[in-house]
């Protein structure tokens, strides 16, 4: 079934991460770093179904190869903890084949992001076994172009100036006309024992010697105008509709009925708390009447046993009861078909319950295996990064062999790392779990699925031996009425029925409240209809017009002759 998951990650030095190492990881390919010299080599792993470079029309060409592409982006960025690129990991619809997600992936970046000026890397992992889990990798640039196929800036340095007491912020560019205008950048004066930022000209006016060179600037800078509105939060969340409407697109254009959401909890009006595991499991068993945890479940066992109670001690008095006439064994045995009913109503809905846990146990129990080799490979890959990071700090610098190939351990280590933990909220997101949910958690519901189960196992052997002896004593009430007319009898209990199956619905509802099931009540009488072999009551009607009618003209007919006879005795 389609599920909504689009993960948004930002690829930065300042995690140990790198552009050249994340796209010869979604490529499944070999890219040597020239800004740290490691050559990246996952030319081994498997996996891959497609991959493609997108570019803007400005953009140079020769970034169709991916090692340009991102070499040049590496190269343009200075500092160690630059960002250098974007990334989403999408899943993909299992319904659809591989060439219509290559079409859904193509038409998105294209729509979204190549659109804009981003250039993007895409890639389709669709690991073993194929189906299970098929998602995407989008590497993305973060600077926008120029249209000349040169980098813009991410942010511009602005400097604080002032003027008549007033304080406004000029880029360089900016300040050459605003200095033309009486404003001045502020530098660092000593002031006593204290540093203060002033002016020169105030400065100079009162003495003040100058101990920095750097004037007074904003904290961050700039930001450039489209890299903000790249990296706001309002982008983020129309990406994420962008992705589900494409998806819902395409499951359409292809015939599915299933779609996706991006909208929270919240947003789409559901109450529950949205890191409370309420989809697979909870909402199918609840959208049948079925509990959904294991208290409710006691509590509607309880109810159940209530009310059986009350029907085997009805059933009991009647049958001592009945005596040998029509009206009273019509009214017993219309008794023992409305409990007839109620049991198979309790058997439909366990029925109903049962199917739908070994359902969702049949996904839950394969994926919490799953869960737990990824949480195992988490940590176990953790530990290893965590040790190598130490001994690479303790190696010396002029060591540059060992350097570089712990840097490249690392490095494949930290794009694995970021793999599996995307693996692992994609998994999560189809079980409809919150992102933090724990190990022991999944655990915890399988085993309460489990239990839940069982109980239910133990009410439908319990309802169906009560079913059982339901219908003996229905067949030995039928085999007391054998001296009776049957097709009376039949339309005695018709006459009966509708009473009785109103009262098995009444008694139904006031045992299930808001689970009752009008659907599984309908099946629960064609079902007992089936079991007592009762024909229609159409043709017991007109099988007993039939009767009536021959009578009246055996009457008719002997009517003539008793008259005749009458008359030739008072002739005598």
């Not at 194929?130 to 511009?156: C, F, M």
């Not at 109450?271 to 409710?296: F, M, N, W, Y």
């Not at 490249?408 to 970021?418: A, G």
């Not at 599996?420 to 190990?439: F, N, P, V």
Request: net charge neutral.
């Amino acid at each position: 079934m389609a599920i909504y998951h689009l993960e948004a990650k930002v690829v930065s030095r300042g995690t140990g991460r790198s552009a050249c190492a994340a796209s010869a990881y979604l490529s499944c390919s070999s890219i040597y770093n020239d800004y740290d010299g490691v050559q990246h080599d996952y030319s081994r792993k498997g996996g891959l179904v497609w991959e493609q470079i997108f570019l803007p029309e400005y953009a140079p060409q020769e970034w169709q190869d991916r090692s340009v592409l991102w070499n040049a982006v590496e190269e343009n960025e200075k500092t160690k903890d630059s960002r250098l690129a974007r990334e989403f990991v999408p899943a993909l619809p299992i319904e659809l084949a591989s060439e219509q997600w290559k079409e859904l992936l193509t038409d998105f970046i294209k729509e979204s992001f190549v659109s804009e000026g981003m250039c993007a890397d895409v890639a389709i992992h669709d690991s073993d076994p194929p189906g299970h889990n098929p998602h995407a990798h989008i590497l993305l640039t973060v600077r926008p172009l120029n249209s000349d196929g040169t980098w813009q800036y991410k942010t511009e340095k602005e400097y604080l100036c002032v003027r008549n007491g007033e304080e406004r912020g000029f880029t360089a560019a900016e300040f050459k006309e605003a200095q033309a205008e009486g404003w001045e950048k502020q530098y660092q004066y000593k002031v006593g024992r204290k540093k203060e930022y002033m002016a020169p000209s105030e400065a100079e006016a009162k003495g003040y010697e100058r101990i920095s060179k750097h004037p007074k600037s904003t904290k961050y800078g700039r930001q450039n105008p489209i890299s903000e509105r790249w990296n706001s939060e309002e982008q983020l969340v129309l990406w994420r509709e962008a992705w589900a409407n494409a998806v819902n697109r395409s499951l359409e254009r292809y015939g599915f009925y299933e779609r996706v959401d991006h909208r929270s909890h919240t947003a789409r009006g559901i109450d529950e708390q949205p890191t409370v595991h309420e989809g697979v499991i909870a909402r199918a068993l609840e959208a049948k009447g079925v509990v959904s945890d294991r208290c409710e479940l006691n509590r509607q066992i309880k109810r159940d046993n209530a009310l059986l109670r009350e029907l085997k001690a009805q059933v009991k008095k009647l049958m001592q009861a009945v005596k040998n006439t029509i009206p009273a064994l019509a009214e017993a045995m219309e008794s023992v078909r409305e409990n007839m009913i109620i049991f198979k109503y309790q058997l439909g809905y366990i029925l109903t319950g049962k199917r739908r846990l070994t359902k969702s146990l049949d996904v839950m129990r394969p994926e919490l295996e799953h869960y737990t080799r990824i949480a195992g490979q988490i940590k176990e890959k953790s530990k290893e990064r965590n040790t190598l990071l130490s001994e690479k700090k303790a190696t010396p610098v002029l060591n540059i062999l060992k350097h570089r190939e712990l840097s490249r351990r690392i490095s494949e280590l930290t794009e694995e790392l970021e793999e599996l933990r995307s693996e692992k909220k994609q998994l999560l997101a189809m079980l409809d779990y919150a992102e933090d949910t724990g190990l022991s958690t999944v655990k915890k519901d399988v085993s309460a699925m489990e239990a839940n189960l069982a109980r239910l196992e133990q009410q439908e052997q319990k309802y169906t031996t009560e079913l059982s002896a339901a219908l003996a004593e229905y067949s030995e009430l039928k085999a007391q009425a054998a001296d009776f007319d049957p097709d009376e009898l039949a339309m005695a209990q018709l006459e009966l029925r509708p009473q009785k199956e109103a009262s098995a619905e009444s008694r139904v509802q006031a045992a299930y409240g808001d689970k009752y099931d009008f659907w599984t009540m309908i099946g629960a009488k064609r079902d007992v209809a089936e079991m007592l072999g009762e024909e229609e009551p159409r043709s017991i009607r007109e099988r007993l017009r039939r009767k009536e009618h021959e009578k009246q003209r055996a009457e008719r007919k002997d009517t003539p002759q008793r008259k005749k006879n009458k008359d030739r005795g008072w002739e005598r």
